[in-house]
T-cell receptor, first 112, second 114 residues
Framework: GDSVTQMEGPVTLSEEAFLTINCTYT??????LFWYVQYPGEGLQLLLK?????DKGSNKGFEATYRKETTSFHLEKGSVQVSDSAVYFC???????????FGTGTRLLVSP | DAGVTQSPTHLIKTRGQQVTLRCSPK?????VSWYQQALGQGPQFIFQ???????QRGNFPDRFSGHQFPNYSSELNVNALLLGDSALYLC?????????????FGEGSWLTVV
């Protein structure tokens, strides 16, 4: 079945450091890919998405590119802030379905 | 424009009891899905409702059931609660026929079973 694999956390960075959170997927067909963020005690917020190969999703300084050849959708940000501390989930939406399959999440901790 | 709203926010139940969680989808959305997020885990798909019918179901026992109303709102019912049912229950809404679908989540209902 479809699955998503994320790098284990926590990822600990200093403010203004470069962030990469790796995400790879296994799916049949052509899934849409998403990054969601979850702040402590809150629900999930959509951060960005990409619906086809080579698409780049971007939002609030975060970016991720849909790489079909490597089945990856790595999340990047050039300069993180303390307020970016949260758990980040990579997810896929199988073609023809509306069921999201999530990775296990990666906790990001940013210190001043 | 109201987003996805869920109630209650927090609740505590005893083993063996039954619980009902409620969800109102984002305006314009006709599809509601429910997810269970255990502590430290990613959300797991429970089931999805469209046109008042269950369309897809994840790997959850029959103790988990649901309903969708004509106004697209939905309920999740869990019978014979177990300690392992303690989790954050997330409702997600979407528009069924939107390609590259964007799915929006509510804030969730925190269920503690004691």
């Amino acid at each position: 079945g479809d699955s998503v694999t994320q790098m284990e956390g926590p990822v600990t960075l200093s403010e203004e450091a470069f962030l990469t959170i790796n995400c790879t997927y296994t799916a049949t067909g052509y899934p849409s890919l998403f990054w969601y963020v979850q702040y402590p005690g809150e629900g999930l917020q959509l951060l960005l998405k990409a619906t086809k190969a080579d698409d780049k999703g971007s939002n609030k300084g975060f970016e991720a590119t849909y790489r079909k050849e490597t089945t990856s959708f790595h999340l990047e940000k050039g300069s993180v802030q303390v307020s970016d501390s949260a758990v980040y989930f990579c997810a896929l939406l199988s073609q023809g379905f509306q069921k999201l399959v999530f990775g296990t999440g990666t906790r990001l901790l940013v210190s001043p | 424009d109201a987003g996805v709203t869920q109630s209650p926010t927090h609740l505590i139940k005893t083993r063996g009891q039954q619980v009902t969680l409620r969800c109102s989808p984002k305006s314009g959305h006709d599809t509601v899905s429910w997810y269970q997020q255990a502590l430290g885990q990613g959300p797991q798909f429970i089931f999805q409702y469209y046109e008042e019918e269950e369309r897809q179901r994840g790997n959850f026992p029959d103790r988990f059931s649901g309903h969708q109303f004509p106004n697209y709102s939905s309920e999740l019912n869990v019978n014979a609660l177990l300690l392992g049912d303690s989790a954050l229950y997330l409702c997600a809404s979407s528009y069924y026929y939107s390609s590259g679908n964007t799915i929006y989540f509510g804030e969730g209902s925190w269920l503690t079973v004691v």
